[in-house]
Each structure stands twice: as structure tokens, then as C-alpha cells.
């Protein structure tokens, strides 16, 4: 088999079997260090000039769906991928000087754009040195405050259980990052928004999980913001400046109206543009949790099981689930120990909570909550009734 590269197509193929789209061709042409490659990029030297034939797979049926495509390279650049040979000639044949210059120029804002993310990791690693060899991750805010490089990095350290949790935040914006980025580049210039919850209006003390669909897809987010009153928070015991970056804190009672401004300012506070529009619950086509609890709500409606019962196995299936994520870190460590019994903790970033469970024991008990103090009442709540 060996490794390969992936050519993405500006325009997808639907399978001819299954239907299904095919977005992309594979091909050992190029380096075949398991590159992306889009239109436009530089996708070998500057003196490549060819044109490569390739066969279309689809990935959902696993079959050659008997159709060739053609990838054309000229000076080294990506120029497009077409359906014959002909095509694919007149494509080279239409590469120009003027045009030419025009596409380095964008490949050199891409080097530029590079080069700046590059940097943006080293300087976060750096900080994530110096804050923890430095150990001021253990300091009261006030003794931190004149650390200026913190302003660079706060939203992933300050808060953080741990350095795995704080790389884990900076990967996150990232992926969101570059998902806006691209939306925005695809021409898409509102995101619709919702939520799951039900919530009175106004509420003083609320927080709401926000999805957006496309942006939960392409991060793979089990929800993409967290909306949180100022008020809920204080009651929680938690510090805004402790937060990751997509938690966003609003004083003001509950609203679809305060929901989406607080979207919206977290795009502009970003540097993105997008329209924001609130849509029903009933008309998102689902992602992330929401999309995964319809797929097992209509596989057990198939089956005609009770209410009561479908609750009863979401539920145990939720557990199970949970336990398995939670075993499966391996920076999971005993944290808490009550009445015989020792519980873990973990950070689930994605999700912005603590999770833990009772260790030892031939029964998944899992816990909960957004800060140690309250994990480790639920853990002692969940020891009492597992005595009883």
C-alpha cells in the first residue's frame, strides 16, 4: 500500500452505486507524505508540467466506480482536475504569464499565513513551559497579572486542570479557527445557530450549549460554544478568565435575543463577519450529541419500545459510553477516595466539564460537573447510593 497524497476536487462526483459523494482522489505522484491538496496549492517543483490520470473510488461503497479524472500540474502548481483529456490539454494550454503570477501571489500568502501559524504554536509551547515550569498554575490571579505573554495564551492555561487540557484548548480554537476561515472562503456569510435546552426567558441564572452544524461537522465538536450567565457562574464558584476560549459569559437574564449577540460579538471579537440567525431546535438537521441521540432515538422507535424504557437505555448507553472515554485517558488518576472507594478525574474539553468515575468496582458509576469540589460531592453521592 504504502502512503499517498489526497487531490481534492472543487467540485464532488456522486457514486453511481451508493450515491454517495466523492470529494477527493488519492495518488502516489507527489511526495507521498499524506498531504492535502487543493487547487491552486504548489504541489511539487517548478518545472513539474503534466498532466496525471486517475480512477475515482468511492469511499462509502468501497468500489472503482469506472470513471477517470485527470489532475493537471503546471510549474508545479495544482491548476485543476478535469473529466477527459481534452479538457485537461486546454487547461494547461490556457496557463499564462499573467495568471501564473497571480496564483504565486496567493501561494505566497499562503507561505505568509503558514509561517504565522507556525509561530503561534511555538509561542504557545513556550508559554505552556513557563507556565508550569515556572509553576504558576499554583499562584493566585493577583501575583500573575504582570506576566504580559499571558495575554497570548490565558484562555488555555489559566483554568486548565492540566498541560493535556491545555493543549487541548489551543487544538480546539485552532480547528475552529481554520473551519471559519474556510466557511467564510466557501461563501457562506450566516450561521445558523440553536440550542438544545429548555429554558424559560428570562432566567437569571442559565446556560445554554450552542451548535453550529457545519462548524461541530468539520471539528468534530460535541457542541461548538457554551453560552453561560454571569451570575450561573458565580454560583458555580468559576472565574471568567478561567474558561476556554468558547465559553462565553453574558450578564443579562436568558434570551434567543442574548444567546445570539453573544455568538455574534465572539465572531467580531475574532475577526469574522458572519450573520448570526437563531433557528428552532425542530429545524437544525443536527450534529455533534444532538445528531448521535437521533440516530438511537430513531433506531429504537423502529423497534417499538416503550418511552420509559428507550429513556432507561439512552441512558445506560450514555454511561457506558462515558466510562469508556473516561478509561480510556491515560492521564486519568484517583483523585478522590470516600467510605473505601477511590473516584478519577478527567478534563473533557470538548464537552467543558469534569468527568470521573468510581474506580475499581465491577458497575460503570460515573460522575460529572464543571469543578473538582462539585465532582467530588457527586462522587461521594454516587458512593452513598451504591452502598444502599
Given at each position: 500500500?504504502?502512503?499517498f497524497d489526497?487531490?481534492?476536487?472543487?467540485?464532488k462526483?456522486?457514486?453511481?452505486?451508493c450515491?454517495a459523494?466523492?470529494?477527493?482522489?488519492q495518488?502516489?505522484?507527489?511526495?507521498?507524505l499524506?498531504?492535502?491538496y487543493y487547487?491552486?496549492?504548489?504541489i511539487?517543483h517548478?518545472?513539474?508540467?503534466?498532466?496525471?490520470k486517475?480512477?475515482?473510488?468511492?469511499?462509502?461503497?468501497?468500489?472503482?466506480?469506472g470513471?477517470n479524472?485527470?489532475?493537471?500540474?503546471?510549474?508545479?502548481i495544482?491548476?485543476?482536475?478535469?473529466?477527459?483529456?481534452?479538457?485537461a490539454?486546454n487547461?494547461?494550454?490556457?496557463?499564462?504569464?499573467?495568471?501564473?503570477?497571480?496564483?504565486?501571489h496567493?501561494?505566497y500568502?499562503?507561505?505568509?499565513?503558514?509561517?504565522?501559524?507556525?509561530k503561534s504554536?511555538?509561542?504557545?509551547?513556550?508559554?505552556?513551559?513557563?507556565?508550569?515550569n515556572k509553576?504558576?498554575?499554583?499562584?493566585?490571579?493577583?501575583?500573575?497579572?504582570?506576566q504580559?505573554?499571558?495575554?497570548w495564551?490565558?484562555?488555555?492555561?489559566k483554568?486548565?486542570?492540566n498541560?493535556?487540557e491545555?493543549?487541548e484548548r489551543?487544538?480546539?480554537?485552532?480547528?475552529m479557527e481554520?473551519?471559519l476561515?474556510?466557511?467564510?472562503?466557501?461563501?457562506?456569510?450566516?450561521?445558523?445557530?440553536?440550542?438544545?435546552?429548555?429554558?424559560?426567558?428570562?432566567?437569571?441564572?442559565?446556560?445554554?450549549d450552542?451548535y453550529?452544524?457545519?462548524?461541530n461537522?468539520?471539528c468534530?465538536?460535541n457542541?461548538?460554544?457554551?453560552?453561560i450567565?454571569?451570575k450561573?457562574?458565580?454560583?458555580?464558584?468559576?472565574?471568567?478568565?478561567h474558561?476556554?476560549g468558547?465559553?462565553?459569559?453574558?450578564d443579562?437574564?436568558?434570551?434567543d435575543?442574548?444567546v445570539?449577540?453573544?455568538?455574534?460579538k465572539?465572531?467580531?471579537d475574532?475577526?469574522?463577519?458572519?450573520?448570526v440567525?437563531?433557528?428552532?431546535?425542530?429545524?437544525?438537521k443536527?450534529?455533534?450529541?444532538?445528531?448521535k441521540?437521533?440516530e438511537?432515538v430513531e433506531?429504537?422507535k423502529?423497534?417499538?419500545?416503550?418511552f420509559?424504557?428507550?429513556?432507561?437505555?439512552?441512558?445506560?448507553?450514555?454511561?457506558?459510553?462515558?466510562?469508556?472515554?473516561i478509561v480510556?485517558k491515560?492521564?486519568r488518576?484517583?483523585?478522590?477516595?470516600?467510605?473505601?472507594?477511590?473516584?478519577?478525574?478527567?478534563?473533557?474539553?470538548?464537552?467543558?466539564?469534569?468527568?470521573?468515575?468510581?474506580e475499581?468496582?465491577?458497575?460503570?458509576?460515573?460522575?460529572?460537573?464543571k469543578?473538582?469540589?462539585?465532582?467530588?460531592?457527586?462522587?461521594?453521592?454516587?458512593?452513598?447510593?451504591?452502598?444502599?
Amino acid at each position: 500500500m504504502g502512503m499517498f497524497d489526497t487531490i481534492y476536487f472543487d467540485k464532488k462526483y456522486a457514486c453511481p452505486i451508493c450515491n454517495a459523494e466523492i470529494d477527493s482522489v488519492q495518488t502516489k505522484e507527489f511526495e507521498n507524505l499524506l498531504n492535502n491538496y487543493y487547487v491552486k496549492d504548489c504541489i511539487s517543483h517548478a518545472e513539474d508540467v503534466r498532466i496525471i490520470k486517475g480512477e475515482l473510488f468511492c469511499d462509502a461503497c468501497s468500489k472503482h466506480i469506472g470513471k477517470n479524472i485527470y489532475i493537471v500540474v503546471a510549474r508545479g502548481i495544482l491548476l485543476g482536475i478535469t473529466d477527459t483529456l481534452e479538457d485537461a490539454r486546454n487547461l494547461l494550454n490556457s496557463l499564462n504569464l499573467g495568471k501564473l503570477t497571480l496564483w504565486y501571489h496567493d501561494l505566497y500568502q499562503k507561505y505568509i499565513n503558514e509561517r504565522k501559524e507556525k509561530k503561534s504554536y511555538r509561542r504557545f509551547l513556550s508559554n505552556l513551559c513557563n507556565w508550569y515550569n515556572k509553576g504558576l498554575y499554583k499562584k493566585p490571579d493577583e501575583q500573575i497579572t504582570e506576566q504580559l505573554w499571558l495575554m497570548w495564551s490565558k484562555r488555555y492555561l489559566k483554568g486548565a486542570l492540566n498541560p493535556i487540557e491545555s493543549i487541548e484548548r489551543f487544538l480546539t480554537s485552532k480547528k475552529m479557527e481554520k473551519a471559519l476561515n474556510k466557511l467564510w472562503n466557501e461563501g457562506q456569510e450566516i450561521l445558523d445557530i440553536y440550542y438544545p435546552e429548555d429554558i424559560d426567558q428570562g432566567e437569571e441564572l442559565w446556560s445554554v450549549d450552542v451548535y453550529q452544524d457545519e462548524l461541530n461537522e468539520r471539528c468534530h465538536l460535541n457542541w461548538t460554544w457554551t453560552v453561560i450567565s454571569k451570575k450561573q457562574l458565580e454560583l458555580d464558584s468559576e472565574k471568567e478568565d478561567h474558561q476556554p476560549g468558547w465559553v462565553i459569559v453574558m450578564d443579562a437574564p436568558f434570551s434567543d435575543e442574548v444567546v445570539r449577540e453573544a455568538i455574534e460579538k465572539w465572531l467580531r471579537d475574532n475577526g469574522y463577519k458572519f450573520e448570526v440567525r437563531m433557528i428552532s431546535f425542530e429545524e437544525a438537521k443536527g450534529s455533534g450529541m444532538v445528531k448521535k441521540l437521533r440516530e438511537m432515538v430513531e433506531i429504537k422507535k423502529e423497534e417499538t419500545i416503550p418511552f420509559e424504557t428507550l429513556e432507561k437505555q439512552l441512558a445506560e448507553e450514555t454511561i457506558k459510553e462515558t466510562a469508556g472515554f473516561i478509561v480510556s485517558k491515560k492521564d486519568r488518576k484517583r483523585v478522590f477516595y470516600y467510605k473505601g472507594f477511590y473516584g478519577s478525574l478527567i478534563p473533557d474539553v470538548e464537552n467543558d466539564r469534569l468527568l470521573g468515575k468510581i474506580e475499581d468496582i465491577d458497575k460503570d458509576i460515573v460522575y460529572e460537573g464543571k469543578t473538582v469540589k462539585e465532582c467530588e460531592q457527586k462522587f461521594r453521592e454516587a458512593i452513598d447510593q451504591y452502598l444502599t
